[in-house]
C-alpha cells in the first residue's frame, strides 16, 4: 500500500485494505500517546489548515496531530487571510503548497477540496464539506471497531437527516468494511440516488447491506449503533429550523428508540449537539419552536450506551494516522 503524497478527499477513495491500515496506525497511535510515547516523525514539515466553517473537534485534532508529530502547524480562517474573498482556492493552494508539506480544509462545496487538492502539490486533507466528512467515518469506526471488536456483520443504523455530510461517509464506510448500513430519516431528505448507487455495488461484494427506509420499525433488533447529527448542518439557513423540526422531530433518538435497537447497541453522534438548552441555539430554537432536546435526549446522550466523548477522541488519533501516512516516505525517519 502506498499512501505517501496522496490526498484524503472521501472514503470512496480509498480500499477496504486502505481504511483498515489508517484505523491500525491510528490505534498504534493512540497507545503510543496514552503511553506517553513520543511520536514527533516530522521535525522539519509544517502544515496550514483552513476553515471557511467553525470547528472545535476537527481543528483541534489537526492541531494536536500536527504537534504530536512534530510539525509546525498555521491555522487560517476567512476572516484571517485572504482565502475566498480576496484570492482565489486555486491561488490560495498554489502559495500554501510553496509553504507548507499538507493542507487541510472544511468549507462548502465538495468541488473546493477537489481544486485545491488538484493545484496543491501537497496532500490535501478533507475536514469536512457540504457532501462528506471522511475523517468522521474514521473516527467513527475505530470507536465502533475498539468497542465491538469486529466491524464486519454489524449494522449501523443512521436516523435522521440521512442525506448529510456524515450519513454519506458512514455509508461509503459501511459498505467498505462489510458493516450494514440503515439509513432512517424522512422521504424529503433521503440520501442521494448517486451515493446510494456509489456505494450499493461495494457493500454487495463485501456482503453488506444498505436499507433506505422511513419507518423507524426498522431499527427493531436490528442495529447495533444509532447514530445521529443535527437537523441543520453549518451552512443551512436558520429559516430551515422550523421545517427540518417537522420533518425529524419523529426520529429522535430518545430511550424507547435505543429500546428497539439490540440491547448492546451503543450511541454515537459526530458532536455538536442539542441535547439540552446549553447552547444559545437551542435556547433561540427553543423560544419560537418549544422544544428542548432535538435530534437526541439527554438522557441518551447521558447515557452509557453512549459513548460520543470516546469517538470524539478517536477523531485526533485516526487524523493523525491520515496525516502520517499521507505525509511519511521510507526514507525518512
Ligand atoms: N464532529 C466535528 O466535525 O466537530 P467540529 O465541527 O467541532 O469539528
Ligand atoms: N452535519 C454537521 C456535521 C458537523 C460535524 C454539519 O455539517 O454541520
Not at 476537527?58 to 487560517?76: I, K, N, P
Not at 423507524?216 to 421545517?243: F, N
Amino acid at each position: 500500500m502506498n499512501f505517501y503524497g496522496r490526498d484524503f478527499l472521501r472514503i470512496l477513495d480509498f480500499s477496504e485494505d486502505e481504511l483498515r491500515c489508517f484505523l491500525d496506525i491510528a490505534k498504534k497511535f493512540k497507545e503510543m500517546k496514552r503511553e506517553g510515547r513520543s511520536h514527533k516523525y516530522f521535525p522539519n514539515k509544517n502544515i496550514a489548515i483552513l476553515f471557511e466553517k467553525t470547528s472545535t473537534r476537527t481543528r483541534c485534532s489537526f492541531e494536536v496531530a500536527g504537534y504530536d508529530l512534530g510539525m509546525g502547524v498555521t491555522f487560517l480562517d476567512p476572516s484571517g487571510s485572504q482565502m475566498g474573498h480576496k484570492e482565489s482556492i486555486a491561488d490560495t493552494a498554489r502559495v500554501l503548497a510553496r509553504l507548507y508539506d499538507g493542507i487541510e480544509y472544511r468549507g462548502f462545496d465538495q468541488k473546493i477540496v477537489d481544486d485545491l487538492a488538484k493545484y496543491a502539490e501537497v496532500p490535501v486533507w478533507n475536514g469536512l464539506t457540504d457532501e462528506c466528512h471522511p475523517t468522521q467515518a474514521l473516527g467513527d469506526f475505530l470507536t465502533i471497531q475498539e468497542h465491538f471488536g469486529e466491524l464486519k456483520g454489524l449494522t449501523l443504523a443512521f436516523v435522521g437527516d440521512t442525506r448529510n455530510n456524515v450519513a454519506n461517509s458512514l455509508m461509503a464506510m459501511s459498505a467498505k468494511m462489510g458493516v450494514n448500513f440503515i439509513a432512517c430519516g424522512p422521504a424529503e431528505l433521503r440520501p442521494s440516488d448517486e451515493i446510494v448507487a456509489a456505494c450499493r455495488p461495494i457493500a454487495e461484494k463485501n456482503g453488506c447491506t444498505i436499507t433506505i427506509t422511513d419507518d423507524i420499525a426498522e431499527l427493531e433488533s436490528r442495529a447495533d449503533v444509532i447514530y445521529t447529527d443535527v437537523w441543520l448542518s453549518l451552512g443551512e439557513p436558520q429559516e430551515k429550523w422550523g421545517e427540518r423540526i417537522e420533518l425529524l422531530k419523529s426520529y429522535q433518538v430518545n430511550a424507547e428508540m435505543m429500546n428497539k435497537a439490540k440491547d448492546s447497541a451503543i450511541f454515537l453522534h459526530c458532536l455538536p449537539s442539542f441535547h439540552d438548552l446549553n447552547t444559545s441555539i437551542a435556547r433561540d430554537v427553543n423560544k419560537v419552536f418549544g422544544i428542548s432536546e432535538m435530534e437526541v435526549t439527554n438522557e441518551v446522550f447521558e447515557s452509557d450506551k453512549s459513548l460520543v466523548f470516546e469517538q470524539a477522541e478517536n477523531r485526533m488519533h485516526t487524523i493523525k494516522a491520515v496525516m502520517f501516512l499521507t505525509l511519511y516516505k521510507k526514507e525518512e525517519k
